[in-house]
Each structure stands twice: as structure tokens, then as C-alpha cells.
């Protein structure tokens, strides 16, 4: 089921300061291109269709589906700080939202998923694509520092291997996240 970034993440994963710190930077004139391998690295690491399989800076996500079904739904690219709203499309055409009594998120922080509660049930949704739509805020959190270390650290070296070597390579152990990086990242990333 597709997820998409409803509102993306205010600010990146390390700051200009500590990037031009990790590589040893005193000068201005390469500012703007190490911003641009902040973004490249967090944007090749964070949420949907990043490496780790997991939103890191706080961000609105939307799951859409196109039933209720009968099990949980795993919402994807943890760890889920909340539930925002879950919102479906009736019988008629309409858009109806669920009460949140009616379900609670369960399963956090490895494997989150919305479950029914108690004596609840799913509504009737339209025969459609993404008749169900599951929005929620993901990620470690809203301060710079709530990232794990070892994913920040992971990003300076990575923005220290594109700084470093401008060029295309061809050779392959070059072209894959550098070892330590590969290293500090493994345990935090989400199979899917």
C-alpha cells in the first residue's frame, strides 16, 4: 500500500555547522553545495523510499488502502508518535472518519500497527483505490538531537564520502555506503 509525505520534515538531520565541522570546513564557498548533501544523504536515509525504512525527523505520513480488511495495518516507517486521523470513503462516496475510540495503535516501537478495539469493527468502505486513508506523525522526534547518535553520525560520514569523491566511480566498493556508515545504520533498519 502506497504511503506518502503529507507534511515533510522541518529540518534536516544535521545542521550546515556540524556538517562543515565533521569535514574540517572554515570557509563559505562550498556552503551550499554541503547543504546539498545533507539533503541528498537524509532524503537517501528518511521515510518513504529512504534506505532505512523508517521516518527519522518527525514528519506527517499517509497510509492508503483500498479496504479495512479483517487484521491489523502495519503502518510503515516507524516509530509512530501518534494517530492523526483515519478517514475512509462510505458506500456512497462520502468521506467518513473513524472515532478513535473505535481503534489504537499497538505493536510500538518495531512493528506498529492500527488494531480494532474492543468490540469494535470496520465500516463498509466504496469498492475503490485508496478507499482507506491512515494519516499519522512519525519519527524520533522534534529537537535536532532525538535522532539516535549513531544514525547522525552515519550521515556526517556519508556527506564526508560525497565531499570527498566528487566523481562517478566504477568501482563498486565505492559506489555502496561506506562500511562504518553501513555499520552505525544496520540495526536500525526496517525490513519490510
Known sequence: ????????????????????????????????YIESLVETVTNTLDGPGGWLGRALITQTLEWRGD??????IRLPYPPIASIVSVKYDDDDGAEQTVSSGDYRLVGQPSLPRIALAYGSSWPSTRSQS???????????????????????????????????????TTDRSRAELPFSAMALLSTYRVFA
Open 67 to 72: 479496504e479495512f480488511g479483517t487484521c491489523d
Open 1 to 32: 500500500m502506497p504511503v506518502v509525505v503529507i507534511t515533510p520534515p522541518a529540518y534536516a538531520l544535521v545542521s550546515l555547522e556540524e556538517a562543515k565541522a565533521h569535514l574540517r570546513v572554515d570557509f563559505d564557498d562550498d556552503d551550499d
Open 130 to 168: 485508496e478507499s482507506v486513508r491512515i494519516r499519522y506523525t512519525a519519527g524520533y522526534g522534534t529537537a535536532v538531537d532525538s535522532v539516535p547518535a549513531p544514525i547522525r553520525q552515519a550521515v556526517l560520514l556519508m556527506i564526508a564520502e560525497l565531499y570527498e569523491n566528487r566523481e562517478l
